[in-house]
Antibody, heavy 122, light 108 residues
């Protein structure tokens, strides 16, 4: 069974850093992209960024709202992707989801993990 | 940035009814890179449709997608009790990837 599980969320103060992990199983991780998304309380879905697979150069792209503060990396040997979040702001408070990117270079995303809550507050 | 607009914001319907959800894009969607997701309260999103009209694995035939250019629709031919949820359209052909604000389908 294909699974993705997020971890690493929690409570932190503005300006601090946090690293989330996306642990996968049930598929050959190195063949797929991974994307991160978030959902603020009571709001819709927002794409944060993705990292492509090695055949696509492990290309990363980010949403304007997080570019320069967040970065995504991957460890194909462990089947884990990471979201490093620096200079956190109150508006980064959200449930963070990761998902496997399917379909070559342009990806749709399936499945999604259950998410991990990040709360940024003083 | 491609802005996606979904209408209506909320639909109140009864089980057994047919429903058509609309998604409009601010510019033409690259190739067929348009997907639909379902999200139930307290749960993660679930992929329903990709490539405008291809059903994801395990998705019932009552879900279908169509459209082109800037206008897309998700149709549920006959609502089942488990279909009451929020539905998001999503374009993945242009960065930044974007989602519509969602349409909530609730029970009348």
């Amino acid at each position: 069974e294909v699974q993705v599980v997020e971890s690493g969320g929690g409570f932190t103060e503005p300006g601090r850093s946090l690293r989330l992990s996306c642990t996968t199983s049930g598929f050959n991780f190195g063949d797929y992209a991974v994307s991160w998304f978030r959902q603020a309380p009571g709001k819709g879905l927002e794409w944060i960024g993705f990292i492509k697979s090695k055949p696509y150069g492990e290309t990363t792209e980010y949403a304007p709202s997080v570019k320069g503060r967040f970065s995504i990396s991957r460890d194909d040997s462990k089947g884990i992707a990471y979201l490093q979040m620096n200079s956190l702001k109150a508006e980064d408070t959200a449930v963070y989801y990761c998902s496997r990117g399917v379909g070559g270079y342009y990806n749709w995303f399936d499945p999604w993990g259950q998410g991990t809550l990040v709360t940024v507050s003083s | 940035e491609i802005v996606l607009t979904q209408s209506p914001g909320t639909l109140s319907l009864s089980p057994g009814e047919r429903v058509t959800l609309s998604c409009r894009a601010s510019q033409s969607i690259t190739a067929s890179y348009l997907a639909w997701y379902q999200q139930k309260a307290g749960q993660a999103p679930r992929l329903l449709i990709y490539g405008i009209s291809s059903r994801a694995t395990g998705i019932p035939e009552r879900f279908s997608g169509s459209g082109s250019g800037t206008h897309f629709t998700l149709t549920i031919s006959r609502l089942e009790p488990e279909d009451f949820a929020v539905y998001y359209c999503h374009q993945y052909g242009n960065s930044p990837l974007t989602f519509g604000p969602g349409t909530k389908v609730d029970i009348k």
